[in-house]
């Protein structure tokens, strides 16, 4: 029997019983390594174990880079542990304004403005450029930083509308976009917002097909491309690299990225908006996060500028992470398993119920490979699914061990 009382209490403790008894229950893992091809994770029983990593966004292999790693340990020395203080008060540091030089130059815009991570940007981005008569149209698949910025949106600025079309769907969109042009309450901007790289399917956005609907609406695109920086593209801008949506180009450009520094730009952590001056201008200006929150740690920016920086002087890592992707898709579709088709750095093989993900999965760490299982609610009923991430630090050997692990399965 329970001895609790309160709301609270009764409900989570029936909560958290419900997600164990139905094997959704997460336990975290204890890493006692820095992030790499093998990590040191801890066992059950408390002793250490080397198993290889499968499942980490270090795509390009620099999250433990000398070179990042000495950057973050410099900024420490010149700057200090904190911030103590938001960007417009005394928190912007000029590592800040190197990063966001930095960033702007990779991506190819005209400036960039950092936050704590991209959650934290997208939640500022959308309230601050929405205004009443306004209109946000997302992609269902969309990462759940951009639906909540859109749940958030109209309740600080009303009066501004959402709408949703089917993922990837180009007729879908359309639909969207004409029903909004002929809504009478929708009087200012139309914006259309997608991911690059979907993160759970690894397939990317058509953002040609995008564009070219945004042009016909008068719409601004805005990419989240987390998952695509240092991944897409000849020399890893991102997705719109890929299609040849940079600098001057025929299909035209992308009006705003939202991205992370916690992925492949892989210092730590941290999140940015790249677009025009105008818009990094009205962030700083009034975005919430960035008037009432500290800024991104001093440190971080060091790591994070250096970790830009060696991507676009050594564009090989990329190559060698695509060689790398194209060798385990290769050999695991070999191995009997069907991974989905993509061209990003996300394996994902589906296997069904969520139940046999995580049995999978707990079988592959017991091989000594990490590799996570999704399953419902991330993802559909039904299409459970091992995402395996692959990354420039994985050698031939690696992924020849992650093969035969899941021939094992
Ligand atoms: C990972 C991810 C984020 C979150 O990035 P953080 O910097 O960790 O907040 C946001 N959007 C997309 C598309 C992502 O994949």
Known sequence: MSSYTRPFEIRTEETLRELSDTGQYKTLQMIQSPMDATIKIRSDDGRSREVLCFCS????????????????????????????SVRFICGTFEPHEQLETTIAEYMGTESSYTFVS?????????PTVCEAGDIIISD??????????????PVIKKGVLKGVYKHSDMNSLREKLREAASNDAVTGQIWVVTDGVFSMEGDIADLPGIRALCDE????????????HGVMGRTGRGTHE??????????????????????????GAGGFVAGSRELTD??????????????????VACSAN?????????????????????????????AGFEVLDSPTAICPIIVGETADAIRMSKKLLDLGVFVIGFGFPVVPEGTARLRIQMSAAHTDEHIDALVDALKKL
């Not at 000398?66 to 973050?72: D, T, Y």
């Not at 609406?217 to 695509?228: E, I, P, T």
């Open 57 to 84: 966004n270090n795509y390009l292999g620099l999250a433990n880079d000398p070179q990042v790693v000495e950057a973050g340990i410099d900024g420490l020395r010149k700057y200090g542990a904190g911030t103590a």
């Open 140 to 153: 269902e698949l969309n990462h759940a930083c951009i639906i909540d910025a859109m749940r958030l949106t």
């Open 306 to 334: 250096k970790a830009i920086e060696i991507l676009m002087d050594e564009p090989d890592r990329v190559l060698r992470l695509k060689n790398n992707v194209e060798t385990a898709r290769e050999k695991i579709g070999k």
């Open 118 to 126: 991209c959650w934290t940007a997208t939640e500022a981005f959308f």
């Open 217 to 228: 609406f008068n719409a601004m695109l805005v990419v989240d491309d987390s998952h695509g």
């Open 242 to 267: 890929h299609y040849g949506m940079i600098g001057r180009n025929e299909i035209g450009n992308v009006d705003v990225f939202t991205g992370t520094l916690g992925k492949a730009l892989g210092g």
């Open 282 to 299: 009205l962030l700083v200006q009034r975005a919430r996060p960035t008037l009432f929150s500290n800024a991104l740690p001093v440190t």
